[in-house]
C-alpha cells in the first residue's frame, strides 16, 4: 500500500517547528524547503497525505505520481492533494522555496477545495513561474508567514483570503481551455458533483474494501441525471467522457496498489470492482499496454 502521512509524520521531519493541533479552526503553517530534512529511498515511495500543500520552489527535482512523472527545473508552484499519491524526489541538494501546508477544514467553509483546478490533477497541479512571477509569490508567502506570527485576533481568516487568493492567481496562470466556461452553470455543477462521487470511493485502503461505483450508469443514477446528460457535461468540461474518466482512476488506483501493497492481483482486481481477475488483467493491459503482472516484474527489476 502507499504509505499515508499525517501532519505529525511532516513535523518529524521539519527543523524548529514542533507538531501543535492547536491551530484555531483546522491547520495551517508555512515552513521553509530549506529547514526540511529530506532522505533519498532507493525505491520510489508513493505516499498519501492528510493534507494539502502549496509549494514555492527553486531547484531540480522530479515528482513521481503513479501514472507519470515530472520533472521541475526552474521556480514552480505546486499543489498537492491528500487524496493523490505521490513521490516527491529532489535530484538536486540546492533547494529554496516554501512549503504551506492546511488541512481541508482550514478553507471547507470558504472553498471547495477539491473543486479547483490545481488540486484535481497532476497536469494542473504543477505551474511553471519565471523569475519575476517567482519573486511575486516569494512576497506572497512572506506576508502569510508574517500574518501567522502577527497577534491580530483575525489572522486565520486574513490568512485564508491571502490563500484564495493565491490559489486563484495560480489559476490564472493555466487557463481553462475555450470549452470549459468559467462561472457556476450546470455543467460545471454536475461535473464537480461527478469528481467528487468518483473521488470518493478512494483510496482502496483493505482487501474488503470494494468499489461500489464503476459504471457511467451508476453515477448517473446516483447523481439523477439522464447519462447522456452527464456524458455531454463532462465532455464540455473535463474533454473526457463519463467512461474515460472512470476508467483513468481505476487505473490510478490499480497503478498504485500494485505497485505499493503486496496484494494479488485476483484481490486487487475484485477491490476495484471486477469480478474477473482476467477481466481486470485485460481492462489494465488495455489503457497502459501492460499487464499487472509485467508492471510488478518491472518494479522488481
Keep these: 500500500m502507499a504509505t499515508f502521512f499525517n501532519l505529525e509524520n511532516f513535523y518529524q521531519n521539519i527543523k524548529g517547528h514542533p507538531f501543535s493541533t492547536g491551530l484555531e479552526r483546522g491547520h495551517f503553517n508555512i515552513i521553509k524547503v530549506e529547514d526540511m530534512q529530506v532522505t533519498y529511498p532507493k525505491n520510489l515511495n508513493y505516499s498519501r497525505r492528510s493534507y494539502y500543500k502549496v509549494s514555492l520552489v527553486k531547484g531540480h527535482s522530479i515528482i513521481h505520481y503513479a501514472d507519470q512523472s515530472i520533472e521541475i527545473k526552474e521556480s514552480t508552484l505546486v499543489f498537492t492533494n491528500p487524496m493523490i499519491p505521490y513521490n516527491w524526489e529532489r535530484i538536486s541538494e540546492q533547494q529554496q ?34 523569475a519575476d512571477q517567482a519573486e511575486a509569490y516569494t512576497q506572497r508567502f512572506l506576508r502569510m508567514e ?14 485564508r483570503v491571502l490563500m484564495l487568493e493565491l490559489i486563484h492567481e495560480a489559476q490564472k496562470l ?22 467528487e462521487l468518483l473521488e470518493s470511493q478512494f483510496p482502496i485502503e483493505s482487501t474488503d474494501q470494494r468499489l461500489k461505483l464503476d459504471m457511467p450508469s451508476a453515477f448517473a443514477n446516483q447523481l439523477n ?25 481505476i487505473i490510478q488506483e490499480a497503478t498504485v496498489l500494485l505497485k505499493n501493497s503486496d496484494w494479488s492481483v485476483a ?7 471486477f469480478d474477473e481477475p482476467n477481466n481486470f488483467s485485460s481492462f489494465f493491459k488495455h489503457h497502459t499496454q501492460s499487464s499487472p503482472k509485467q508492471l510488478r516484474t518491472l518494479i522488481i527489476d
Design 97 to 130: 522555496g516554501f512549503v504551506c501546508l492546511f488541512t481541508e477544514d482550514f478553507l471547507n467553509r470558504f472553498a471547495n477545495i477539491q473543486g479547483f483546478p490545481v488540486f484535481s490533477n497532476a497536469t494542473n497541479a504543477i505551474v511553471p513561474i519565471n
Design 146 to 159: 508574517n500574518e501567522l506570527q502577527a497577534n491580530y485576533p483575525y489572522k486565520y481568516d486574513l490568512l
Design 174 to 195: 493555466q487557463p481553462l481551455s475555450a470549452d470549459a466556461t468559467l462561472g457556476a452553470n450546470a455543467h460545471e455543477r454536475i461535473t464537480l458533483q461527478f469528481l
Design 225 to 249: 441525471v439522464h447519462i447522456n446528460h452527464l456524458n455531454k457535461a463532462l465532455k464540455e468540461i473535463t474533454g473526457h467522457t463519463t467512461s474515460r474518466l472512470i476508467a483513468n482512476r
Design 267 to 273: 484481490e486487487i482486481a475484485w477491490s476495484l470492482g
